[in-house]
């Protein structure tokens, strides 16, 4: 008989949120690897963000979801509160006690961003005696905003809250985590820093999996996507994925090197159509940044910014109808964007710029999937001539094209043996 893990991922599908995707790829094979599932999540009508009902097909139908209440988002904003973890803890309580009366559970995994439910971990190992593991796709306490002096996303206020709560509830829930995943071994390596209490053996760098599935089921769904018109004659390249000023860096040497061309090769340039997609963290905002770099760099008419998130199959589309990827990468070293799977899985020419720690120039390079440029000191690193050679590798490709990737390499990438590595890792606590 399988052991039973509970997945804690507040912003499950429907809702199209980056922090379930290791979750919702790895649910095929769970049970193959020994693993019965259960998710605690929230019902999506309490929910804020972009509905993707799509989604939905992707779940096997042998996966148990308790759906938990909130307080909805249109009452607690009028008070100032919008953390999904302060309108729903108290019902995830209620959830999880109400199953455990005639249910078991022999382990729970954190796999999500709303850092503050982690703290039910030691709920419930203290109460019920299950050990619990931790995920983390971010960091939950930083100190990059404070050293880099950038605007952090919500506003300075709303960062220095989370910050405090973070100093006191981390190490109070990482002190009785049996183990930590990370996507990140900058991640880690961080922590271990900063708990001396925690062990090398604790940790296990674990990047997302490559969604193959949703890339078999994506033509049978006929998403028309509206960013653009693929066959309008024109070369859509495209960047799919949040913004942000730690993206500054490679943003702005994309655009001055696209300037520098364009002023030397106009006629290059006439039917090239950028596009960045789904920039902000926020449903509220809609400033459109990189369209105001890039109309700094006289860009502003080949460059378009479409802030909102759009429905996860309606990017993938985007990715596939696109002639060209590009991939911003961000000044912290540690960043590991796991956009790259869709992007080398939609089978176009990918032009990537990232700091050369990053995992993702990895990727890339040993799955020969495309042209990366990358950056260390920016103070001292100039990638313009670098990026010239590789903008006109892109601008010579034809809209056929179709990359040489080794896909034997791509396979550690992939979703099921990212969930076999998950699942060893579950085995490890049941057993002791």
Same mark, same amino acid.
């Given at each position: 008989?399988?052991?039973?893990?509970?997945?804690?991922?507040?912003?499950?599908?429907?809702?199209n949120a980056p922090d379930h995707q290791r979750i919702r790829m790895a649910l095929p094979y769970f049970a193959e690897f020994g693993w019965e599932v259960t998710i605690l999540c929230i019902d999506s009508n309490f929910l804020e963000g972009v509905v993707d009902t799509s989604l939905d097909l992707t779940i096997p139908s042998n996966i148990e979801i308790i759906k938990s209440y909130a307080i909805p988002p249109n009452i607690s904003r009028k008070i100032g509160i919008g953390n999904l973890a302060f309108r729903s803890m108290p019902f995830l309580?209620?959830?999880?006690?109400?199953?455990?009366?005639?249910?078991?559970?022999?382990?729970?995994?954190?796999?999500?961003?709303?850092?503050?439910?982690?703290?039910?971990?030691?709920?419930?190992?203290?109460?019920?005696?299950?050990?619990?593991?931790?995920?983390?796709?971010?960091?939950?306490?930083?100190?990059?905003?404070?050293?880099?002096?950038?605007?952090?996303?919500?506003?300075?206020?709303?960062?220095?809250?989370?910050?405090?709560?973070?100093?006191?509830?981390?190490?109070?829930?990482?002190?009785?985590?049996?183990?930590?995943?990370?996507?990140?071994?900058?991640?880690?390596?961080?922590?271990?820093?900063?708990?001396?209490?925690?062990?090398?053996?604790?940790?296990?760098?674990?990047?997302?999996?490559?969604?193959?599935?949703?890339?078999?089921?994506?033509?049978?769904?006929?998403?028309?996507?509206?960013?653009?018109?693929?066959?309008?004659?024109?070369?859509?390249?495209?960047?799919?994925?949040?913004?942000?000023?730690?993206?500054?860096?490679?943003?702005?040497?994309?655009?001055?090197?696209?300037?520098?061309?364009?002023?030397?090769?106009?006629?290059?340039?006439?039917?090239?159509?950028?596009?960045?997609?789904?920039?902000?963290?926020?449903?509220?905002?809609?400033? &459109?940044? !990189?369209? @105001? *770099?890039?109309?700094?760099?006289? $860009?502003?008419?080949? %460059?378009? =910014?479409?802030? +909102?998130?759009?429905?996860?199959?309606?990017?993938?589309?985007?990715?596939?109808?696109?002639?060209?990827?590009?991939?911003?990468?961000?000044?912290?070293?540690?960043?590991?964007?796991?956009?790259?799977?869709?992007?080398?899985?939609?089978? &176009?020419? !990918?032009? @990537? *710029?990232?700091?050369?720690?990053? $995992?993702?120039?990895? %990727?890339? =390079?040993?799955? +020969?999937?495309?042209?990366?440029?990358?950056?260390?000191?920016?103070?001292?690193?100039?990638?313009?001539?670098?990026?010239?050679?590789?903008?006109?590798?892109?601008?010579?490709?034809?809209?056929?094209?179709?990359?040489?990737?080794?896909?034997?390499?791509?396979?550690?990438?992939?979703?099921?043996?990212?969930?076999?590595?998950?699942?060893?890792?579950?085995?490890?606590?049941?057993?002791?």
């Amino acid at each position: 008989m399988n052991n039973r893990v509970l997945i804690v991922s507040p912003n499950f599908p429907p809702i199209n949120a980056p922090d379930h995707q290791r979750i919702r790829m790895a649910l095929p094979y769970f049970a193959e690897f020994g693993w019965e599932v259960t998710i605690l999540c929230i019902d999506s009508n309490f929910l804020e963000g972009v509905v993707d009902t799509s989604l939905d097909l992707t779940i096997p139908s042998n996966i148990e979801i308790i759906k938990s209440y909130a307080i909805p988002p249109n009452i607690s904003r009028k008070i100032g509160i919008g953390n999904l973890a302060f309108r729903s803890m108290p019902f995830l309580i209620a959830a999880i006690s109400k199953y455990l009366e005639k249910n078991t559970i022999d382990l729970v995994y954190f796999s999500n961003t709303v850092f503050l439910t982690m703290v039910l971990g030691r709920y419930w190992l203290e109460r019920y005696k299950i050990p619990y593991i931790l995920d983390f796709q971010d960091p939950w306490l930083s100190d990059y905003y404070d050293r880099t002096h950038k605007a952090p996303p919500g506003g300075k206020l709303k960062y220095k809250t989370a910050q405090t709560l973070a100093r006191i509830l981390e190490p109070f829930t990482l002190k009785r985590a049996s183990h930590i995943t990370t996507v990140s071994p900058e991640y880690s390596k961080m922590l271990r820093q900063r708990y001396s209490w925690l062990r090398e053996d604790q940790f296990t760098v674990l990047p997302f999996g490559a969604p193959e599935k949703d890339f078999e089921i994506l033509p049978s769904l006929n998403i028309q996507q509206t960013i653009f018109d693929p066959n309008d004659g024109c070369k859509h390249w495209v960047y799919v994925g949040r913004g942000g000023d730690d993206m500054a860096f490679s943003l702005k040497s994309l655009f001055s090197a696209i300037q520098t061309h364009r002023q030397l090769l106009p006629e290059a340039w006439q039917k090239i159509k950028l596009h960045f997609v789904g920039t902000k963290y926020s449903i509220f905002d809609h400033n &459109k940044e !990189i369209e @105001a *770099i890039a109309q700094s760099y006289n $860009l502003g008419d080949i %460059v378009t =910014e479409y802030p +909102q998130r759009i429905p996860y199959f309606e990017a993938l589309q985007v990715l596939t109808d696109s002639h060209g990827i590009l991939i911003i990468g961000s000044d912290d070293e540690s960043y590991s964007a796991s956009k790259i799977y869709p992007c080398i899985l939609a089978r &176009k020419p !990918i032009l @990537a *710029i990232l700091h050369q720690q990053s $995992l993702v120039v990895t %990727v890339i =390079e040993s799955c +020969q999937a495309g042209q990366v440029v990358t950056f260390n000191d920016q103070a001292t690193t100039n990638i313009l001539k670098q990026l010239t050679t590789k903008l006109n590798w892109l601008l010579s490709q034809s809209q056929e094209y179709t990359p040489t990737t080794d896909w034997q390499a791509f396979n550690p990438y992939t979703a099921r043996e990212m969930t076999r590595q998950q699942c060893a890792i579950f085995d490890r606590y049941v057993s002791s």
